[in-house]
């Protein structure tokens, strides 16, 4: 069986829409057409859920609306977490409904690369013994799931790779592996192929399409890579 595959009950099965007033001149992130069709159209997620998308496809976006709505911190951390530092984010999360299975864990975790500095602070602040501030960057986000991989519920990754290596990457797959099979659901945001690899995931790809459900190898993220590997020199040459 495809790790990841087994039923349960997952924390958020749906994304929707709900019946909040939409603003009589849309602006961003209303303005991405992956936005637009996740309120149209709804999204389904799996026990693992991978966002694939170039840069400002909206994958981070709705990774964090989606933290916003389960009442996970917005800058990282648990429901209880109440670090802040600056407020960027979008109200998207006011405007979605997560439809959970019955029975399912309301606890989460989110991981949220740009902001984990901040994180790690606040853990500091309040003497948590993960002492991060003094890893390298990598070794403090694998550290840290491990340290909180007792924590069963929804685990949402946002663009985790910018930390990692490729045996990092590997490392984190294994972690994932461990949260999946203790019951808890992933959402991942990512730029790596490593990681979308994902045994068993459900892969979406945001684009100017909107969103579509999509196999591994017709990932434009695993073309590319998979192109530039193959030949770097027909990408170099465009530098100039």
């Not at 709505?69 to 209880?80: K, P």
């Not at 892969?203 to 999509?214: P, Q, V």
Request: with cysteine.
């Amino acid at each position: 069986m495809p790790l990841g595959s087994r039923r349960r009950a997952l924390p958020v099965r749906r994304i929707e829409r709900n019946d909040a007033e939409p603003p009589k001149e849309p602006e961003w992130p209303l303005t991405l057409e992956p936005v637009r069709a996740l309120l149209d159209d709804g999204l389904d997620l799996g026990a693992v859920t991978v966002l694939v998308g170039d840069n400002g496809a909206g994958k981070s976006t709705v990774v964090e609306a989606v933290a916003d709505a389960f009442g996970l911190n917005l800058e990282g951390g648990s429901t209880g977490a109440r670090n802040r530092t600056f407020g960027s984010e979008s109200a998207l999360g006011e405007r979605l409904t997560l439809v959970r299975d019955v029975g399912a864990s309301r606890k989460g975790f989110f991981l949220r690369a740009e902001t984990m500095h901040g994180f790690y602070t606040y853990l500091d602040e309040v003497n948590d013994a993960g002492g991060y501030h003094l890893k390298s960057h990598g070794e403090s986000f694998i550290d840290l799931v491990m340290d909180r991989s007792l924590i069963r519920g929804l685990w949402l990754f946002d663009e985790p790779e910018s930390a990692l290596s490729l045996p990092g990457c590997l490392a984190l797959l294994g972690l994932m592996r461990g949260l999946v099979e203790n019951g808890s659901q992933i959402v991942l945001s990512t730029h790596s192929p490593v990681l979308a690899a994902y045994p068993g995931a459900l892969l979406y790809e945001l684009g100017d399409w909107g969103i579509r459900a999509c196999d591994y190898d017709d990932l434009d993220l695993v073309r590319n890579w998979r192109g530039f590997m193959a030949d770097p020199v027909r990408y170099l040459r465009h530098l100039g």
